[in-house]
């Protein structure tokens, strides 16, 4: 399968790799068919204008490259955005970001970008039940 570059480094070396202490939000999206899984933790904070940001945003994901690639940019376009700017963020906007994949690899841009409407929804539903 050929990989772009950019797919190449996010997947030998991925940003925001990790588990998070006490998340604000978090998102977990699998796959059956291939098997990828993959859970997005994210921190929410207010920025000056009071407007809700992810603060910091981390990924675990089980799967193949294109799935670890797509983990690791969606939390680079995500974080420091507010969270309406992020819920935008497309399946396509992640593989460009990464300068394409492969058509059968499209369902891991996915996979990532709802996983991480998916946390910012668990962060929501937190805050209603906190009020």
Known sequence: MNYSKKVMQNFL??????????????????????GDMMWLYIKVEKNKKGKEIIKDIKFRTFGCAAAIATSSMITQLA???????????????????LKGL?????????LASEALKSAIKDYNKKLIKSK
């Open 79 to 97: 974080k420091g955005k507010t969270l309406e700017k992020a819920k935008k963020i497309t399946r396509d906007d992640v593989a460009e970001s």
């Open 102 to 110: 492969p058509p059968i690899k499209m369902h891991c841009s996915n």
């Open 13 to 34: 070396h991925p940003k925001n790799l990790g588990e998070m202490k006490n998340p604000d939000g978090i998102g977990k999206i699998g796959n059956p068919v291939c």
